[in-house]
């Protein structure tokens, strides 16, 4: 031990600064080795009861600290907000950059050397990881873990997936209210994060494919006493961690986030993961941009789960997990060379990993879907892109021109949606706009808009749908999202009218609004940006300094990160 640690600031001082740090410290019971120079290792929980997929996160965190004391280090635990999905209005989305504040500052303004984090639903893992790079401890995740599968009427039912599936079930006529709410208990029936291959698991497959938790943390059921076991695990290794120096910036490479979009595609992830993983490069300092993107599009499907597929993570986790994953990867020369938090190549997650279901982790010459990772398409409607989901999309649709109809805000389209004179046929591309990160604000989970009513009845049940909004990573459909720039900061979308024709095309990477340049000038001259909602406070903060959705929606002056001690004292 050469370097001096960095809790030596704070509980090695012999002056009235170090009575101060650790006297208050002994309040809870803490013997005075705990102040003998070992590493302290911050535990940052984002567990609430507002956000139930973390709400196992207390356990976790005793598990950490058991391996934490067991290594010789010194755990101290503590919250940072909490984004609760599915129950955050107007979206968790306009919080993730505040949790990367707090998570952050708290990290900086502590006397901590290395940090675990604690974190599960969709936003809780992005926001800890952009905080964590701008101050670049030592640091390494441990996720809630995917609830048990839902259980309903005798059949597995997905998180999200099949919410979209009854709730259009129940619009059409098939399924009665009273089953619908009966289902709501069978779907949620454990602690966890949604057990689809929603934005969550999405999140912590490619915090494994990065090399940013221990190998199978993906997967493991929430409540399953091997992920205690791995949070203990994890404990020690952020002990050794902190004197190794391993930091997020060593495991960050522009290596990491090429193998991360790769097993996107291969585990057929949410489209969340591209302003996740744009706004993290953003913090580290790694050149991403969206054009990267198509380094995974020639990916195969090989995970069989919703929304892409038929299963879900518990089946996931039983046929091998991510471990299987990196390996089909690593197997096609696939899996670029990176270090991880084990201080080992990423190739060591893989080596010996055995598939047992092979319905569940398709082989790469057998896969669920060939070529299933995102597209980016650009034209004059998406001058700096948009993206859309082939796996889960309607291959027909992929390729088309329609007119759009369109909704000018989620209002009006809640309003209208099934009018039953609403002029729309299939093939009909709806257009929503105001849903961007200015525009929400916070660029909602509402990409993909509802199938009108009368088209339900009629037995539709996919169409081109085209936003600046995000959709929910368990959901499924030929839906275009993050039309960058959004609506409401006059990108072409703004200018869109009911009846103009568009032509989508995924294969060339198109998304082209067929109405002439003359034309366009003088709509263009004519628009003005809607009167924002919220005028003060956070909210007014992240509409005047949010980034487009091609930049990953982080905020301006949040981008890169701050590496300095903190020497200043309070007193
Ligand atoms: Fe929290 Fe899906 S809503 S993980
Ligand atoms: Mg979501």
């Given amino acids: 031990m050469t370097k001096k640690r960095r809790s030596e600031n704070w509980y090695g001082k012999l002056d009235k600064d170090g009575f101060i740090h650790r006297s208050w410290m002994k309040n809870q019971g803490f013997p005075d080795h705990a102040f003998d120079g070992r ?5 940052c929980n984002t567990w609430s009861e507002l956000t139930p997929c973390n709400s ?15 290594a010789g280090g010194f755990p101290v635990e503590f919250p940072v907000m909490s984004l609760g999905e599915t129950q955050m209005k107007p979206t968790a989305m306009l919080f993730r950059n505040l949790l990367a504040m707090d998570v952050e500052e708290s990290i900086r303004a502590y006397g901590i050397d290395g940090v675990v984090l604690l974190g599960g639903c969709d936003k809780t893992t992005p926001g800890q990881l952009m905080g964590a790079a701008s101050v670049d401890l030592p640091s390494i995740v441990v996720s809630s873990g995917p609830m048990l599968n839902g259980k309903w009427q005798g059949k597995d039912i997905g ?72 949070a203990h695990l994890t404990g020690k290794r952020i002990v050794e961690m902190v004197d190794e120096d391993i930091k997020p910036s060593d495991v960050l490479t522009k290596q990491a986030f090429i193998n991360a979009i790769r097993a996107n595609a291969a585990v057929g992830g949410s489209t969340n993961a591209v302003v996740h993983l744009l706004a993290i490069a953003g913090r580290v300092g790694v050149d991403l941009t969206l054009a990267d993107f198509e380094l995974g599009s020639d990916v195969p499907l090989l995970v069989n789960c919703m929304p892409s597929g038929k299963y879900l993570m518990e089946d996931f986790c039983y046929a091998g997990g991510m471990p299987v994953v990196l390996r089909e990867l690593a197997d096609q020369g696939l899996l670029e060379g990176a270090q991880t938090v084990l201080g080992r190549d990423i190739s ?23 070529a299933a990772g995102l597209r980016v398409l650009r034209g004059n409607l998406a001058p700096n892109g948009a993206i859309v989901k082939p796996s889960a999309a309607t291959d027909a649709l992929l390729e088309h021109e329609g007119e759009a109809y369109v909704f000018e805000n ?19 591309i709806l257009v929503l706009k105001g849903c961007g990160p200015k525009g ?12 009108p009513r009368k088209l339900v009845r009629e037995g539709v049940r996919d169409m081109i749908r085209v936003s600046d909004a995000r959709m929910s990573g368990t959901a499924f459909g030929t839906v275009i999202l993050h039309v960058s720039p959004e609506a409401q900061a ?55 300094h949010v980034l487009q959705a091609d930049q990953g929606a982080d905020l301006d002056f949040l981008v890169g990160k701050d590496t300095r001690l903190v020497t200043r004292e309070s007193h």
């Avoid at 590493?39 to 535990?43: D, E, H, M, N, Q």
């Avoid at 109405?515 to 940006?529: K, N």
Wanted: proline share 5%; hydrophobic share 40%.
């Fill in 39 to 43: 590493p302290v290792i911050g535990i």
């Fill in 490 to 544: 006059g990108g072409t979308l703004a200018l869109v009218k009911t009846g103009d024709r568009i032509k989508v095309s995924a294969s060339q990477g198109i998304l082209e609004l067929l109405v002439d340049e003359t034309e366009l000038a003088e709509r263009r001259a004519a628009w003005t940006p809607d009167e924002p909602h919220y005028t003060r406070g956070y909210a007014k903060l992240y509409i005047d």
């Fill in 348 to 370: 060591a997650y893989a080596g010996g990993a055995e598939c047992f279901n092979r319905d569940v982790i398709h082989s790469w010459d057998a896969p669920v879907k060939p």
């Fill in 56 to 70: 196992g996160l207390r356990d976790l965190a005793e598990g950490v600290k058991r391996g934490v004391w067991e």
């Fill in 410 to 428: 989620i209002e009006e389209l809640k309003a209208t949606i099934d009018n039953d004179d609403l002029p729309v046929t299939k093939d009909t």
């Fill in 159 to 230: 998180s999200g997936t099949d919410v979209w599936k009854f709730s259009e079930a129940v619009r059409a006529g098939e399924m009665t209210l009273q089953d619908f709410m009966n289902a709501e208990a069978g779907m949620s029936r454990s602690k966890g994060v949604c057990m689809t291959m929603g934005t969550a698991s999405t999140m912590s497959s490619l915090v494994e494919a990065m090399g940013l938790s221990l190998p199978t943390n993906a997967a493991l059921p929430a409540v399953d006493s091997r992920r205690m076991a791995l």
């Fill in 440 to 451: 929400y604000p916070g660029m909602a989970e509402v990409g993909n808009m509802p199938i």
